[in-house]
């Protein structure tokens, strides 16, 4: 089985011979320094375990003596280490095998990253080859892995001198070696890191499987992850899932981040649901943390780190500076992170400590005083972090300079004492500068250097605290109703058909009725009574309302009959090719919160929720959130909940307040649709479904149904 056709990661068993080896080949060893053999030796000269020079040109390397192949080591070694170009490489994966080496680094470039049929086909020849005969192999095109726990710098680039990492260290998973190995210089300023594990091409070995590794590794706290993307998404959903079953975050940056392939889509949710709001949803249903910017990747780990869970979700925020404090103030309403005021025991020491001109509130300025009486700063601490309303402390580091550095042994000692964390938020554009080091190396103070970024990651500490558990698996949902037989034809699929498969899972509907001739029409109108919407009967408009195809408002049999003249000459001048059916009059439903709700399925990921404000506005505001299919209600309430215009829903200028949970039950009724046809249905489009007071109904939908589709099986979801 191919690295793209595995389902399920490999385990820490399955790689520790590659990312804890202990003894190691290097082929193609060199006496020029500035070799990749020479440099990978040299960067191995604190390593514990055997290391074997390989290379038939030399006796010895140095005092070392070198070997002329594999076979002719004193003892198999557990990681072969090719540091030749990529036009010898196949022979010494075929050496490797013969000698029953059980797993091989590969740096050479010249493979699948050049883009060509013949690089690709020789890098997937190559990877098959190793994976058929049960080796492990990392690259190629790679920088190699670094294993700060062992001393084991297996790579020819410059990287910091191995530390021992201590408990709170953090596991670096990167797609690019060289951002990975930017990162680990955080070791520098006194950042704890237990590995650094790069993918290159991700022949056989990649990132999924580097998360899921250090998953289950005692030797770090938390992982962070720089990641592109693959072609194997449900396995970084598993591994994600086995880093949250671990008790371990995982924090993730995201790259390649552009959504041009959603160009393409006939619905509006296709062109809202791009790769990355996928990748996105897929993060957030395996419980992971994504940070939006790469700078943050290292502070929100090393935070999660050293913080245990939330004794609460309120924060204080404590500075000697004013602006410091209503910058943080600012933040926290920013992000949601609650800032109560304390309670009254605790207010009465920050008033008998504090000057008259300072503020003995949250946020609270103690001013500049605590220069000439650190006391009262160390005192208020105390008393912030005793109150049980708050988790954690922010405080403000307006100057890098002795006399605050001073201060941090105690706080920390404060910090320990209530099992609460301080963030110290570095506010000095001296940013390496004194004391700096001794708060990335406390147990118990976080560094951060931006204000934003330490609520942003408070507010990611709470919702992960506030998940008691991940999402039920696929496998395991309940179906929301009969899974109501679809069309036989590919393709486009009518309003009315949409709207009958709707109803067959509980989701209340329009009453519509049908017509072919204007006549019908006028009977319908009258059958149905009040003002009524006349609409194309098309599966070949996705989009009525440009082709023309929609007339609402009319009353009387009369106006029926020409609005029904109307939408067919309309539609059959706007697009002449296409089957006109007739047309649906439909009841004008009272106006209210229009939402959409609809599914982008996607061979690799399976069906992707969104939902967003509706009507003529989804695609121009563009408020939508994500998440992987099916989601129950209590998912659906959260997804309502990060809408940004979600304030609309509680009632809008004078408008009844909507049932959010009968909207977020239609959500999961139509993710649970979309789920038990995800072998069909490519998209879905419930367009607009218009919620007012209690009353959530869908008004118009578009699906689109394709060939079957080859997914995974539901269990291969959970």
């Known amino acids: 089985m191919s690295a793209t056709e595995r389902l399920r990661p490999y385990t820490r068993a399955d790689l520790q011979a590659l990312y804890d080896p202990a003894s190691i080949a290097i082929v193609g060893a060199s006496p020029r320094p500035d070799s990749f053999g020479a440099r990978t030796a040299a960067n191995l000269a604190g390593y514990g375990g055997r290391v074997f020079l390989v290379n038939d040109k030399y006796d010895h390397i140095g005092d070392a003596p070198c070997y002329a192949g594999l076979s002719a080591l004193p003892q198999v070694p557990d990681l072969a280490v090719v540091t030749t170009p990529a036009a010898s490489v196949e022979p010494i994966i075929e050496a490797c095998i013969a000698a029953g080496v059980p797993s091989v680094i590969l740096y050479a470039s010249g493979f ?119 072609a194997a998404p449900l396995r970084m959903l598993a591994a994600a899932r086995l880093a949250w079953e671990h008790g371990k975050p995982l924090v993730v ?60 979700p309120g924060a204080a925020v404590l500075a000697g500076s004013g602006g410091a404090a209503i910058m943080g103030a600012d933040c926290a309403e920013q992000h949601g992170v609650p800032l109560p005021q304390p309670a009254a025991g605790v207010t009465a020491v920050l008033e008998a400590r504090i000057p008259a001109f300072g503020a003995p509130r949250n946020p609270c300025d103690v001013t500049a005083q605590v220069i000439s009486d650190s006391a009262s700063l160390m005192d208020c601490a105390d008393a912030l972090l005793s109150d049980p309303g708050y988790g954690a402390l922010v405080y403000g580091c307006t100057y890098a300079y002795a006399p605050a550095t001073e201060r941090l042994p105690h706080l920390s000692d404060i910090a320990r004492r209530h099992g609460k964390p301080i963030c110290a938020v570095w506010l000095t554009q001296h940013l390496e500068g004194h004391g700096s080091e001794v708060v990335e190396a406390d147990p118990h103070i976080a560094m951060f250097r931006s204000m934003d ?46 709207k009958a498969l709707l109803a067959a899972y509980g989701i209340a509907t329009s009453r519509d009725i049908r017509v072919a001739d204007p006549e019908a029409a006028a009977r319908a109108a009258e059958t149905i009574g009040g003002p009524v919407a006349v609409k194309i009967d098309s599966p070949d408009i996705p989009h009525k309302t440009e082709a023309g195809g929609v007339v609402l408002g009319v009353e009387g049999p009369a106006a029926a009959r020409e609005a029904y003249r109307s939408v067919m000459a309309a539609c059959a001048r706007a697009m002449p090719d296409a089957a006109l059916h ?119 939908g578009l699906a689109v149904l394709g060939p079957e589709l080859p997914h995974a099986s539901p269990d291969d979801r959970a």
């Open 112 to 230: 699948a990253e050049l883009g060509t049929a013949d690089a690709v086909a020789r890098q997937r020849r190559l990877a098959q080859r190793a994976v058929d005969a049960g080796i492990r192999l990392l690259g190629p095109n790679c920088v190699g892995l670094l294993n700060y726990t062992s001393g084991a710098r297996i790579t020819f680039a410059a990287v910091p001198q191995g530390r021992s990492p201590g408990p709170r260290a953090i596991g670096l998973v990167s797609q690019s070696g060289a951002l990975g190995f930017a990162l680990v210089q955080a070791l520098e300023r006194g950042v704890a890191v237990s590995h650094v594990l790069t993918a290159g091409n991700s022949g056989d070995v990649d990132v999924a499987d580097w998360v899921a590794a250090l998953a289950e590794d005692p030797a770090c706290a938390v992982i962070a992850c720089v990641f592109e993307g693959g």
């Open 253 to 312: 940056f995201k790259l390649a981040t552009g959504e041009t392939g959603a160009a393409a889509a006939m619905s509006h949710t296709g062109s809202l649901a791009g790769s990355n709001a996928s990748w996105r949803a897929l993060f957030e249903r395996g419980g992971a943390i994504v940070v939006d910017r790469f700078e943050d990747l290292v502070e929100t780990a090393a935070f999660f780190a050293k913080a245990g869970p939330p004794q609460a």
């Open 453 to 498: 970024r330490c609520f942003a990651t408070l507010a990611a500490w709470n919702a992960r605290a506030a998940r008691a558990q991940l999402p039920i698996g696929p496998g395991e949902a309940a179906s929301g109703g009969a899974a109501a037989p679809l069309p036989p034809h590919a393709g486009p699929v009518g309003e009315a058909q949409t």
């Open 582 to 700: 007739g047309a649906i009059v439909q009841e004008m439903v009272p106006a209210g919160v229009e939402i959409i709700v609809g599914v982008k399925n996607d061979a690799a990921f399976g069906p992707i929720v969104v939902v967003g404000l509706g009507g003529i506005f989804a695609e121009l505001l563009r408020d939508t959130v994500t998440a992987m299919a099916p989601v129950d209600e209590s998912e659906a309430l959260g997804l309502l909940r990060r809408l940004r215009g979600g304030a609309v829903l509680d009632g809008f200028r004078g408008a009844p307040p909507v049932d959010r949970p009968a909207l977020a039950r239609a959500v999961s009724l139509i993710s649970r649709l979309a789920f038990d046809h995800r072998h069909r249905l490519l998209e879905l489009d419930v367009n607009p479904l218009i919620c007012r007071g209690d009353t959530v109904t869908a008004v118009d």
